[in-house]
C-alpha cells in the first residue's frame, strides 16, 4: 500500500517528472531552512515523492524548486536521507522503531509509542515534511519489519 495517495492532477516534479504531494505552505515555512525560505512565494507547494530525485518542494504557481538540502531535516523516504525519521515531532528513526519490533516485540502503532515515546508531543503541522501524523510512516516500518521475521 502506498504511503500516501498520489495526486495525480497537481502539477509534476519539474525534474523527475513524478507525482507530488500537495503540502500545506504553513508546513514548507517550518521545514525549509532560513535561507531558502526567502525563495518561498505563492502559495501552493507539492512535496516530490520521488526516492532517488533531489527535489524536495516545488511550486505549482511558479518554477521555484527546492533541493533535499533546502530543509532542516533529511527527508525519510529519499535515498540518502540520513537519519531516517519515523516520527519527526519526538525525533524517533526508523532505527528506533526497529528496535521497539525487533527487542521489544512492539507489533502495533501503539506498542511502537510506548516504547519509542513518538508521537508523544506531536505537531505534525510544523515537523513532519507533509505536515501530517507519522502513524503511517511507522505502520509501514512495522509491515517491513514484520514480513522480514
Ligand atoms: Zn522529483
Same mark, same amino acid.
Not at 24 to 51: H, P, Q, W
Not at 140 to 147: A, G, T
Given at each position: 500500500?502506498?504511503?500516501?495517495?498520489?495526486?495525480?492532477?497537481?502539477?509534476?516534479?519539474?525534474?523527475?517528472?513524478?507525482?507530488?504531494?500537495?503540502?500545506?505552505?504553513? &508546513? =514548507?515555512?517550518?521545514?525549509?531552512? +532560513? @535561507?531558502?525560505?526567502?525563495?518561498?512565494?505563492?502559495?501552493? %507547494?507539492?512535496?516530490?515523492?520521488?526516492?532517488? /530525485? +533531489?527535489?524536495? @518542494? @516545488?511550486?505549482?504557481?511558479?518554477?521555484?524548486? %527546492?533541493? &533535499? $538540502?533546502?530543509?532542516?531535516? *533529511?527527508?525519510?523516504?529519499?535515498?540518502?536521507? $540520513? *537519519? =531516517? @525519521?519515523? /516520527?519527526?515531532?519526538?525525533?524517533? &528513526?526508523?532505527?528506533?522503531?526497529?528496535?521497539?519490533?525487533?527487542?521489544?516485540?512492539?507489533? &502495533?502503532?501503539?506498542?511502537?509509542?510506548? %516504547?519509542?515515546?513518538?508521537?508523544? $508531543?506531536?505537531?505534525c503541522?510544523?515537523?513532519n515534511?507533509l505536515g501530517k501524523c507519522?502513524?503511517?510512516?511507522?505502520?509501514?516500518?512495522? $509491515?517491513?519489519?514484520?514480513?522480514?521475521?
Open positions: 500500500m502506498p504511503l500516501v495517495k498520489k495526486e495525480t492532477s497537481i502539477k509534476k516534479c519539474p525534474e523527475c517528472n513524478s507525482h507530488g504531494v500537495l503540502v500545506k505552505k504553513e &508546513t =514548507i515555512k517550518a521545514i525549509i531552512s +532560513e @535561507y531558502a525560505l526567502k525563495r518561498v512565494v505563492g502559495d501552493a %507547494f507539492a512535496l516530490c515523492m520521488n526516492r532517488n /530525485c +533531489e527535489i524536495s @518542494y @516545488y511550486s505549482l504557481d511558479s518554477n521555484i524548486v %527546492f533541493n &533535499t $538540502n533546502d530543509l532542516i531535516v *533529511p527527508l525519510w523516504y529519499k535515498k540518502d536521507a $540520513n *537519519p =531516517i @525519521y519515523a /516520527c519527526y515531532c519526538s525525533k524517533v &528513526t526508523k532505527n528506533d522503531v526497529i528496535l521497539a519490533i525487533k527487542d521489544h516485540g512492539a507489533k &502495533t502503532v501503539n506498542d511502537v509509542k510506548l %516504547f519509542t515515546g513518538a508521537m508523544k $508531543n506531536s505537531d503541522l510544523h515537523h515534511p507519522c502513524h503511517k510512516i511507522i505502520q509501514e516500518i512495522i $509491515n517491513e519489519e514484520i514480513q522480514d521475521i
